[in-house]
């Protein structure tokens, strides 16, 4: 009766760990305005996965820090280029490089017509970044 009581509390603390664990490495993030339209628009919400400037990828869709002055706690754009790549003809005028440095990548917002990214910014740092994008969930009905 003991083992099994033992193994019982032993299994629900590995859960307990568990559910610790994929709350800090993923996060559900809203979307706010159409800076990424068409892909993204304003309400949608997306289960993004905490990580490092390593495992980013061109492509992916990134949450960062904003340093935009409206406020707003993250940006939500898609990775142009990594350190290493060449910088992207927009963000030329802003950036004196042209390499991306070690330690940072550029942002550009899909919706090139609205978006504050690296073409206005400059460069990301590595410790503005929060997360890349998983997927985007369905909507949530009745709300």
């Not at 996060?27 to 980013?56: E, F, Y």
């Amino acid at each position: 009766m003991r083992r099994a009581f033992l193994a019982a509390a032993g299994g629900l603390a590995a859960l307990a760990l568990l559910a610790v664990r994929l709350r800090a490495t993923y996060l559900v993030i809203r979307v706010s305005g159409n800076s990424m339209a068409p892909a993204l628009t304003h309400g949608d919400r997306l289960l993004a996965r905490r990580t490092g400037l390593a495992a980013l990828r061109k492509g992916q869709i990134a949450v960062v820090s904003s340093p935009h002055p409206t406020g707003s706690e993250f940006l939500i754009k898609r990775v142009a280029a990594l350190p290493g790549d060449p910088v992207p003809d927009g963000v030329r005028r802003v950036v004196a490089d042209d390499v991306v440095p070690a330690g940072r990548f550029v942002l550009i917002g899909d919706n090139t017509e609205v978006s504050f990214d690296s073409r206005e910014h400059g460069f990301f740092h590595a410790d503005d970044l929060r997360a890349v994008t998983v997927k985007k969930l369905e909507p949530q009905h009745g709300r």
